[in-house]
């Protein structure tokens, strides 16, 4: 009896241990390390509870995240199933058979209406316009402006203010509304500045930083379908955005013309400056920080013209894995894309969607001060090249712009020094004719 | 033992004692350097994929574009000033600490640590120190009234910035090594001299200078090696695409890393390698013959 | 002379100093008070807030920090120490162990192609290590040696090797031939005389290169960020995933991290302070 016993738990053993040790399935996604990743993979547990399938969210930290990436996608196999690239990627992603077209898979599980026409174009589509689809959306980010609301606020300020430039004190709707706030709160000896705007050349946030004004005052990166430049990057318009970039520049912190994202971020925080441009993440910090002394507003227009530098990142499946795990994948990102998950989603610090559905409500407004102004500002995203060779684009572009605001070169001959190496770069790069 | 199994021996021992060094130093970098090699005669990218032999369009295309030899200049001034300043403040340093003088080790173990801080940190840093709106070294500055150079953001200061933050971090180095050189000078040659009524000045030009100079030497040739690899710093500090500071090694990073050219980079590491390679073996020469003339065995 | 010597030692350590000392109170403050328009200098013990003064009330919420399993990293900043501690370590010995054999070996011996091998071993000095990062990285895939210790202690001692052979060879060429030789007279293996009179009176050199060593290896990021970013992290990876946190650069974090990784460093150092100062001395053998 006892040996028939033992016999049989032995088999009950091996049958549990069949099913219960099971090959687990699992999904690993790449992200870079910040306070979002974070998020998603606290978010990843309830899709784990969901369907059983884990979730390792992998964080590579920023400073190398890109060339992680793409070292990595030179292996036969990636290490990731998922990794949530930047939106300038996708175009070396797409056309180098990296990133797997989702465009049919796309369409029939997530209604694209909910997505935001300006994040599905600019984080899931290349190329532009064509209606393929290589991520789906992640975090969608944009660019805005958070101000030091005490003192704009201040009556005496405020008194101040309307005698010098007879209008209210308040928050800018155009460029030459921020100047004069700049200008009135650019106070040097008392180590007080009117604004940062972003102008670093580590990567991109002079790139970032100009956009805004290339765009607004008619001048543009090139044509996308042509890929012309000349005549369009270095246009009056374009010159003349370049040149008002330059008199704000002046109207900020000592070192304005060389700040990235971090040094912005840090002298608005120490409380020197009124005003200050940043990507989204970094504000739920400064309200934890400042809290009620600091207020939002969407990035200024100018003569009619609105445009905001779009940030973020999509989730891409890898071509470079077995099919069952892309699978996978694509049950993760239909999941990430449901309302209720992105609910969830945005409570996370410095995550924010592009769910119009939930854009548009009430709540998710009132849920933070910034969220309104980025509900806002989403209208207006547009984004730089994010052909293959963005990376060339990039590095030049910051050359020579940061040469025009270190006063090297004036604005015209940068723009047009600029125009003609992008042109020479797309014409390598086969896309100009 | 016979004459011949006694020569045998001794081989045995020769390559007992460097085989192994050897050893790991070819086994790490054989494969690395030939495959690089062969990878600059194709146009193969970062992300992998299809990729064939161009030749020798990658070389061409490193002669031709000016960034190149600007990437080389830099590079080239960053180090022949570097390490200047440090044999110079390092060896000066050595020999105002050699009496013995009581809290020595701790002057001398703070004076290194410097040295021991990661650069890529360090850079960034630096960066707190040094700009222009909260940094502490302006604000020391602006009390004297001294004026607010902008470190970071000049485009005529930042090398110089990063030159002396790495001077800064290097002294030590140089320090240390002069320190071994003039402890190695036997007090008996001093005692001669003494007794010959040398002035310090003949003391310190015939024997102290010479006595140091290959183990200073030695020290030049591998501080040299390594700044002209600078990286981290610059990368922490200014990024590795400005214009100013971009040293070869950003250089290379931008063109591997950001443009992807892996083939185009190798190609200009080695034709940098070439440079490198020429320019030792004169400095190593030079070294023999100063060896050589302190008595010492040959290199 | 006197005082002018004392006046550059005393420049010099300022130099040296003071910017230590600011990241040591920086270690102290909290993130606000390290990037204030009116630096703070003075560590006090009471509550400073909303004063524009010089005084900072100290803290240690740097060092909790790091103590914390910060956003995204898998493990605390501890974890990451012992990854380097361990490698440092191992990589150093084995780069001072075959690197000074390796030195001694063509100091005393004629080896066929001495000054080409020689010159081989720098030679490994000079290629930028960026150059190399793909074929090391497709070696390491092939041998499973991503993301262990045992892949970036190898690589390190491969990195050390011509410094420590190098410095090593530099200094065995001062020790005088006759030393060995007599011992060698008397009976002992070469092996012995090596072990018994070379190491003892090669032993500062052998403490200046093991420094030199642990500091290379110690610091090194560019390989150690793309070979082991998931497993056996170095203190350096840590580093760079603080450039992410959306609160900014926390700034005490990063100097109390920076003063606790030159710690091990600096201990070392003090431990072989005898030998770096002592030098090689010669008693009476004349040339």
């Given amino acids: ?433 | 033992m016979t004459p011949l199994a006694e020569g045998r021996r001794r081989d045995w021992m020769k390559y007992g004692f460097v085989g192994p060094a050897l050893f790991v130093l070819i086994a790490m970098n054989i494969f690395p350097l030939i495959y690089s090699m062969v990878l600059s005669f194709t146009n193969v990218e970062l992300t992998g994929g299809e990729y064939r032999f161009i030749g020798t369009l990658n070389y061409k295309i490193v002669f031709r574009m000016a960034k190149y030899a600007e990437a080389l200049r830099t590079t080239a001034l960053f180090v022949l000033l570097a390490v200047a300043s440090e044999l110079v403040l390092g060896f000066a340093l050595a020999l105002a600490l050699r009496p013995r003088f009581k809290a020595k080790a701790f002057v001398l173990t703070l004076f290194l640590v410097p040295m021991m801080l990661p650069q890529a940190v360090m850079g960034l840093y630096w960066k707190l120190v040094l700009n222009g709106d909260y940094g502490v070294f302006n604000q020391v500055l602006g009390f004297f009234y001294l004026g607010q150079p902008q470190w970071l953001t000049d485009p005529d200061l930042k090398f110089f910035s990063i030159l002396l933050i790495d001077v800064w971090m290097w002294t030590p180095f140089m320090l240390l090594i002069a320190l071994a050189s003039l402890n190695a000078i036997p007090a008996y040659i001093y005692e001669a001299a003494a007794i010959d009524r040398a002035s310090r000045w003949t003391v310190f030009r015939r024997i102290t200078l010479p006595m140091c100079a290959p183990l200073l030497g030695l020290a030049v040739l591998l501080r040299a090696t390594d700044a002209l690899k600078q990286f981290d710093l610059v990368m922490a500090v200014t990024g590795p695409n400005d214009g100013a500071t971009q040293t070869l090694s950003a250089l290379l990073y931008q063109v591997v890393f950001r443009d992807g050219k892996v083939g185009l980079g190798t190609s200009y590491s080695y034709i940098v390698l070439v440079v490198v390679i020429a320019l030792a073996s004169v400095f190593i020469r030079y070294l023999g013959a100063l060896q050589k003339k302190e008595g010492r065995a040959a290199v | ?287």
């Fill in chain 1, 1 to 433: 009896m006892k040996a028939q016993i033992k016999y049989i738990v032995a088999i009950c053993l091996v049958l549990l241990a069949q099913t219960g040790f099971a090959q687990e399935k699992s999904i690993t996604i790449w992200w870079a390390q910040w306070d979002p990743a974070a998020g998603l993979q606290q978010l990843s547990q309830d899709f784990t509870k969901e369907t059983g399938i884990a979730v390792k969210v992998r964080q590579i930290p920023w400073p190398s995240y890109q060339d992680q990436v793409f070292l990595n996608f030179g292996n036969k196999q990636t290490d990731f199933d998922i990794v949530v690239g930047d939106s300038q990627w996708i175009g070396r992603g797409a056309t180098k058979g990296l990133y797997l077209e989702l465009t049919d898979w796309l369409e029939e599980t997530v209604d694209m209406k909910s997505i935001h026409p300006r994040a599905a174009r600019y984080l899931c589509e290349y190329p532009a316009g064509s209606g393929r689809f290589y991520a789906a959306p992640c975090e969608t980010d944009a660019i805005g402006f958070v101000y030091r609301r005490d003192w704009f606020e201040d009556a005496k300020e405020k008194a101040a203010f309307k005698k010098k430039y007879g209008r209210v004190l308040t928050t800018p709707d155009t460029w030459e509304e921020l100047r004069d706030l700049a200008e009135f709160f650019q106070r040097p000896t008392q180590k007080r500045y009117g604004v940062a705007l972003l102008t670093g050349r580590g990567y991109d946030s002079i790139v970032m930083g100009f956009q805004p004004f290339l765009w607004s005052w008619g001048g543009a990166w090139g044509e996308p379908q042509t890929f012309k430049v000349q005549g369009v990057l270095n246009n009056a318009g374009a010159v003349a955005g370049l040149e008002f970039m330059r008199t704000l520049v002046a109207l900020g912190p000592p070192g304005a013309a060389s700040s990235d994202y971090f040094h912005s971020l840090d002298v608005f925080s120490n409380g020197s400056t009124a005003m200050m441009v940043n990507y989204f993440p970094f504000y739920p910090g400064i309200v934890a920080a400042m809290g009620e002394q600091v207020g939002f507003f969407k990035v200024p227009g100018h003569d009619g013209r609105r445009v905001i530098s779009l940030g973020g990142q999509g989730f891409s499946i890898s071509t470079k894995i077995p099919a069952a795990q892309q699978a996978l994948a694509k049950q993760f990102i239909a999941w990430f894309q449901q309302i209720k998950v992105q609910e969830k989603w945005i409570t996370y610090p410095g995550a924010f969607t592009a769910n119009t559905q939930l854009l548009a409500t009430e709540a998710f407004r009132q849920a933070s001060p910034y969220n309104a102004t980025f509900a806002e500002s989403l209208d207006y995203l547009q984004d730089f090249w994010n052909v293959p060779v963005y990376n060339e684009l990039l590095a030049v572009a910051v050359r020579y712009l940061g040469q025009a605001l270190d006063g090297e070169k004036s604005a015209q001959e940068a723009l047009d020094a600029l125009a003609e190496e992008h042109e020479l770069i797309l014409m390598q790069a086969g896309l100009l004719k």
């Fill in chain 3, 1 to 287: 002379m006197k005082i002018l010597r004392w006046l550059f030692i005393g420049v010099y350590f300022c130099i040296a100093a003071l910017p230590l000392g600011w990241l040591g109170l920086t270690a102290l403050k909290t993130r606000q008070d390290s990037i204030s328009v009116q630096a703070k200098f003075l560590p006090t013990l009471a509550d400073q807030s909303g004063r524009k003064s010089v005084f900072f009330s100290a803290n240690l919420d740097g060092y909790r920090g790091l103590n914390q399993i910060y956003a995204g990293a898998q493990y605390t900043f501890f974890r990451y120490l012992g990854n380097s501690v361990l490698i440092g370590f191992f990589s150093t010995l084995a780069a001072v162990a075959l690197g000074t054999a390796c030195a001694y070996g063509f100091s005393r011996f004629r080896i066929a192609g001495a000054q080409d091998w020689l010159f081989f071993i720098l030679s490994t000095r000079f290629l930028p290590p960026l150059a190399v990062v793909v074929p090391v990285l497709m070696m390491y895939r092939e041998f499973d040696l991503q993301n262990t210790h045992l892949g970036l202690i190898v690589l390190y001692t491969a990195f050390n090797l011509s410094l420590a052979v190098w410095l090593m060879k530099g200094f065995i060429d001062e020790i005088p031939r006759p030393y060995e030789e007599a011992a060698l007279m008397d009976g002992y293996s070469r092996l012995q005389a090596f072990r018994l009179i070379i190491v003892p009176k090669a032993a500062p050199g052998m403490a200046v290169t093991a420094v030199f060593c642990l500091i290379s290896a110690w610091n090194e990021y560019g390989f150690a960020m793309t070979l082991n970013n998931q497993e056996a992290v170095t203190v350096l990876v840590y580093f760079a995933g603080l450039q992410g946190n959306v609160q900014g650069l926390p700034w005490p974090q990063i100097a109390a991290g920076v003063l606790l990784f030159v710690l091990p460093i600096a201990v070392f150092t003090v431990l072989v302070r005898r030998h770096l100062l002592r030098g090689v001395t010669f008693g009476t053998i004349k040339r």
